[in-house]
């Protein structure tokens, strides 16, 4: 094939045929099964002549979508049907279940169905929730651990550190600037600051206060294994608890996130007011306490008592995290006038993706300014 066929091949592959699309080529074989499998979806006549409402058809269409595309394709491409073709019905049978691609859009939309699962899905259910909570702590429980012992050994600050890599230069070096001698272009440290090593007992209290609502499903599904992996912590106390309209404490369920997850019922209204009074009760040590608050601040509310609330909790010492999405999405659509309000006070409001939130945690133990923190690491809203 010279490289005119095979640019004409791939244009018509993204063309999707039809009068129109003017590059005159046929397609053959794997390709013609590649095209009808796009085809399924992203026609234009793809409701009516493509998967139908048919079980075993759409379960064919995941065998060939996996057959013919890399995982990261296949996700998207199911993500795409299930909302194009409103598949979600045949996603509570077995052998759909079987069929699809495991991932994080597809674990919210089963927590979304958990109410309605016949018994002989749920099963299936637990699997595909199980495979994709595994992946994500195998990708995130090293580095999250990693992230937040260090921290835990670096907020321990003394004036007699053991060992030379014990020694904090940074605070080091701008506590002698006084004894800074200019002929020699040196510093002479006469106190020196460094970290303390770890302590066994509880050092943090961690909550997680997570919105349940539907657009928070993303969110949902990384915070559970996030509270999972600092709940193996010993120096952390860390409590989750869900909310919409009412508040439910999951903090017994941390140590199987899937288990966690099922007792999660996305959809519905949201009270972010009770959700933080509830919180504000587990909370006993305020200064040595972080409350990470994840939801896209839409308050059903009383706002001016949710607005009250986090001025007493960051007042009392408590470290305060916003986040308006905890996904690799970005931020959601959130209420700006809260987010702004809340910025005011000192508590910045912003997305993070999974792979930046040890860091926030790392940064949030050793009580940085998480507004500077934001700013450098990702685009604060407000």
Not at 207 to 220: E, F, H, P, R
């Amino acid at each position: 094939m010279t490289e005119t066929d095979e640019r004409l091949r791939r244009w018509r592959l993204v063309l999707g045929g039809g009068d129109a699309e003017g590059t005159g080529c046929g397609l053959e074989g794997v390709d013609a099964r590649m095209d009808a499998a796009l085809s399924a979806v992203y026609d234009q006549g793809g409701k009516e002549g493509g998967l139908g409402a048919s079980a075993p058809r759409v379960a064919r269409w995941l065998g060939d979508i996996r057959t013919y595309f890399p995982s990261t394709v296949v996700q998207v491409m199911q993500k795409d049907a299930i909302e194009k073709l409103n598949l979600t019905r045949l996603l509570l049978e077995p052998e759909m279940l079987e069929a699809v691609e495991p991932d994080v859009h597809l674990v919210g939309t089963l927590l979304a169905l958990n109410r309605v699962m016949p018994d002989q899905a749920r099963e299936s259910a637990r699997a595909v929730v199980r495979k994709v909570v595994d992946e994500l702590e195998r990708r995130l429980a090293q580095k999250t651990r990693a992230a937040v012992t260090g921290a835990l050994d670096r907020s321990a600050r003394t004036h007699r550190p053991k060992r030379v890599a014990d020694i904090d230069w940074d605070r080091t070096i701008r506590a002698n600037l006084k004894n800074y001698l200019p002929d020699r272009n040196t510093v002479v440290p006469s106190r020196l600051v460094g970290y303390a090593r770890r302590q066994r007992s509880v050092q943090r209290e961690v909550v997680l206060c997570i919105d349940q609502s539907g657009s928070m499903a993303a969110s949902v599904v990384y915070s559970s294994v996030f509270g999972a992996v600092l709940a193996s912590m010993r120096s952390l106390k860390t409590s989750l608890v869900v909310f919409d309209t009412a508040v439910v404490d999951l903090t017994d369920q941390l140590h199987d996130p899937v288990e966690l997850l099922f007792g999660t019922q996305l959809g519905g209204g949201t009270d972010i007011n009770r959700a933080i009074a509830y919180s504000q009760g587990l909370i006993t040590r305020p200064t040595d306490s972080i409350f990470v608050l994840i939801s896209d601040l839409y308050e059903g509310g009383v706002r001016e008592e949710m607005l009250r609330r986090v001025a007493a909790m960051t007042q009392a010492g408590v470290q305060v995290i916003v986040l308006l999405a905890l996904s690799d999405e970005g931020a959601p659509f959130y209420d700006h006038e809260n987010a702004a309000a809340l910025a005011a006070m000192g508590v910045p409001a912003f997305a993070c993706t999974p792979d930046a939130f040890p860091d926030l945690m790392a940064a949030a133990i050793e009580r940085r300014d998480i507004a500077q923190w934001a700013e450098r690491h990702i685009a604060v809203s407000g």
